[in-house]
């Protein structure tokens, strides 16, 4: 087999027009060429939602605090990490089921000098709909070496609402 076999095109009976070969099963190499080509693109497809470009500045932006949320039949425990903040540089506001974090960070030195930095600042907002209603007078937030823990607990209607289900054999 020549490498010229492993071309996707051809010339047909000496004709100055290519033909591109379309049957998968007439070149192997050109299927696998196809599927690995796919794959890659399916992969770096989630770096468009929330991840900025490669070789872009990062910004924050949708994903930014990183959060962790656990949910039991009692509480929604919600946990972001904002590294570098301050209890009073963040703000938790509950309105119609929506938890949102709110705040800023600020650069601790003007460093005119400075040529690169991969630290984050600037304004952020995170918004995270619930779906059940909470007690909103027994919401306890806490903030510690900055980690902001929230615990919404469910109201007694959200928490009859869950029905269990039997499976059966």
Do not use: C
Request: glycine residues 6%; proline residues 5%; aromatic residues 8%.
């Amino acid at each position: 087999m020549s490498v010229r076999d492993l071309i996707p095109w051809g010339r047909d009976n000496g004709s100055s027009v290519p033909t591109v070969f379309r049957d998968d099963e007439r070149s192997p190499f050109l299927s696998l060429h196809r599927e690995v080509n796919r794959l890659f693109d399916d992969v770096f497809r989630s770096f468009d939602r929330g991840l900025p470009a490669f070789g872009a500045l990062p910004t924050f932006n949708v994903g930014w605090p990183s959060v962790e949320i656990a949910e039991t039949e009692k509480e929604i425990k919600v946990t972001a990490e904002v590294p570098g903040l301050e209890e009073k540089d963040v703000e938790v506001f509950l309105d119609n089921g929506v938890l949102t974090l709110k705040g800023e960070k600020r650069s601790e030195t003007q460093d005119k000098e400075k040529q690169f930095s991969e630290r984050f600042y600037g304004r952020f907002e995170r918004r995270i709909p619930l779906g059940v209603e909470v007690e909103e007078d027994k919401i306890d937030a806490r903030f510690r070496n900055g980690v902001l823990s929230i615990v919404l607990p469910k109201s007694a209607k959200a928490q009859s609402q869950v029905k269990r289900i039997a499976i059966k054999h």
